[in-house]
């Protein structure tokens, strides 16, 4: 089946970010002239990422990728839904910040919500990622260690993304799973757990919608807890997991071992 016949059943788009459309630097094959047929055809897009940052500073990236501010409807991260959700709690909270320096603004803005540089003095880990891209995990545990009495929110549920080159950079998420085995807290903000997609259903109203990603554990178990059809993309994520040789019965099964069942696959998002 191709994408065009597939979204002939659907009034919107929620459609991840990294391993579908980019991989932080470069656009995949085909895909601005796939968010032009949509655009075309009025089939809303609405990108849906767990990047632990602002949405403007999405946008951001997408403008210096070419992408036209028309052919998407709105970027929901997973940083800007935690920067809302805690705008709302007028106690005052301190957070010991661990991750990169380029997300540590995403709640410089929140009046109520002060970085602290003592573990000592905080209510919690505000978690993006690790210090620097493809930063060797053992370095950061002894940081984990040290903070095992505070939990954790961790704004980036994703284990790892890839580059198309086959790079792979850790993500939040497996510093946060460190930190449980550890036997610290951990709450999460992002796909696959409700927030996001609550946001996602405040702007595409009960419109027919699919859900299309590249991970199994946040896109296609996000779409299936929210309800929703959903497209993987082998692409991405399982591309470099598993090789260039990945059929559409491999990815079925890898999805059902996982407990999770997409609706359809295609190895990229293009039209043939």
């Given amino acids: ?135 060797p995990h053992e370095e950061i545990v002894p940081l984990l260690l040290q903070l095992l009495h505070l939990p954790m929110l961790c704004i980036n549920p994703d284990m790892e993304v890839v580059k198309q080159d086959g790079t792979q950079w850790l993500c939040a998420g497996a510093l946060a799973t460190e930190f449980t085995q550890l036997g610290g807290k951990v709450a999460y903000i992002g796909k696959p757990f409700p927030e996001v997609y609550q946001v996602c259903k405040l702007l595409l109203g009960n419109s027919r919608t699919l859900c299309v990603g590249d991970n199994p554990a946040t896109d296609i178990k996000g779409a299936n807890d929210a309800g929703y059809d959903s497209l993987l993309i082998t692409g991405g994520v399982l591309k470099t997991r598993y090789g260039e040789a990945i059929t559409e019965a491999d990815a079925r099964e890898i999805c059902r071992i996982a407990g999770v069942k997409p609706t359809y696959v295609l190895d990229g998002f293009k039209l043939a």
């Fill in 1 to 135: 089946m191709k994408l065009e016949e597939i979204i002939s059943n659907y009034d919107a788009l929620i459609v991840d970010l990294w391993g579908v459309i980019h991989d932080g630097t470069a656009l995949y094959p085909n895909v601005g002239e796939t968010l032009a047929l949509l655009h075309s055809l009025n089939k809303p897009v609405l990108f849906l990422s767990n990047a632990p940052r602002v949405s403007a500073k999405a946008r951001e990236n997408l403008n210096r990728l070419k992408i036209p501010p028309s052919h998407y409807l709105e970027v929901v991260t997973s940083g800007q839904v935690a920067h809302d959700l805690l705008a709302r709690d007028p106690a005052p909270k301190k957070y010991f910040y661990v991750g990169p320096s380029k997300d540590e603004d995403v709640l410089s803005d929140v009046p109520n919500y002060t970085r602290v540089d003592e573990p000592g003095h905080a209510n919690f880990i505000l978690c993006t990622g690790y210090e620097e891209d493809g930063q």
